[in-house]
């Protein structure tokens, strides 16, 4: 059976951030210009609306506003996760930072969806369970335990279908079921010092950026800003700060959670 290091491939996202940084800063680039775009069109969609309706539809211009949000948001996650999964199985495929909009990155969109109706379904159907044991407080404990423990499972068998799913230009499933046969608790601990290196990079930029505008705008004015939100009405230069921040770091973040499936793939596939 083939097998992985768990630490190796937990630390695949820093090792190519370590290699190819400038790639990784241009996506932080075309991340912040991707989400600026995305906001004015949000914004243009719901006064669009909201115009046509003679302005008596605003729930409706926000609901449609907060969907094309959402739906950017996540193109913009798929598009970095395809030239991040790009570089490091096909680096010679011409794209610019290696970034495209195509198949590769439908086939990522369709796997995410896929898990998310399995997830979903399962924990939906252990609550529900959960609800109708109601009058038994031990019993649905026990069902929305065991629903939350099947959903972990399941999202582990097929954490492999992404990765997979784009290095063989196809859709499957079953593979990741396959390959991962033998290596949950591998992949559990790949998982975990994963997001804990996230947490801890993550913890650090906070830091570096709460001193950073502490000296450059007054920590009080941090201070205030961090414990009343409506104190940036104040301070918009340390809320455009922020924004643009949290929009240059998500590259980093999705690198650093992203690439160790990818490398564990390429280890369980030899």
Do not use: K
Request: glycine content about 10%; overall charge neutral; charged content about 10%.
């Amino acid at each position: 059976m083939t097998s992985f290091s768990p630490s190796d491939a937990a630390l695949a996202g820093a090792q190519t951030i370590r290699r190819h940084w400038r790639v990784v800063a241009g996506w932080a680039l075309f991340n912040l210009v991707a989400l600026v775009a995305m906001i004015v069109v949000t914004v243009v969609v719901a006064i669009g609306v909201s115009a046509a309706a003679g302005g008596g539809a605003s729930e409706l211009s926000g609901v449609l506003g907060g969907l094309v949000a959402s739906i950017g948001t996540v193109a913009i996650q798929v598009i970095i996760v395809g030239g991040l999964y790009r570089l490091m199985v096909r680096p010679e495929e011409p794209a610019f930072l290696h970034l495209r909009i195509g198949p590769d990155e439908l086939r990522i969109f369709a796997v995410w969806l896929g898990l998310m109706v399995i997830i979903f379904l399962v924990i939906g159907v252990a609550v529900m369970g959960a609800a109708a044991m109601r009058d038994t407080p031990g019993a649905g404990f026990a069902i929305v335990t065991a629903g939350f423990v099947a959903a972990v499972w399941l999202g582990v068998r097929f954490s492999m279908a992404a990765p997979a799913s784009f290095a063989q230009r196809r859709l499957v499933f079953a593979q990741s079921w396959r390959i991962t046969r033998g290596q949950v608790w591998r992949l559990i601990g790949m998982s975990l010092l994963a997001a804990c290196l996230v947490a801890l990079v993550s913890i650090a930029a906070w830091v570096a950026l709460v001193l950073v505008s502490g000296f450059t705008a007054g920590f009080g004015s941090v201070i205030e800003a961090m414990s009343d939100p409506e104190a940036l009405q104040s301070h918009p230069g340390l809320y455009l700060s922020q924004m643009a921040f949290e929009l240059v770091l998500s590259p980093f973040m999705i690198v650093l959670g992203a690439a160790p499936a990818m490398a564990a793939y390429q280890a369980l596939e030899g």
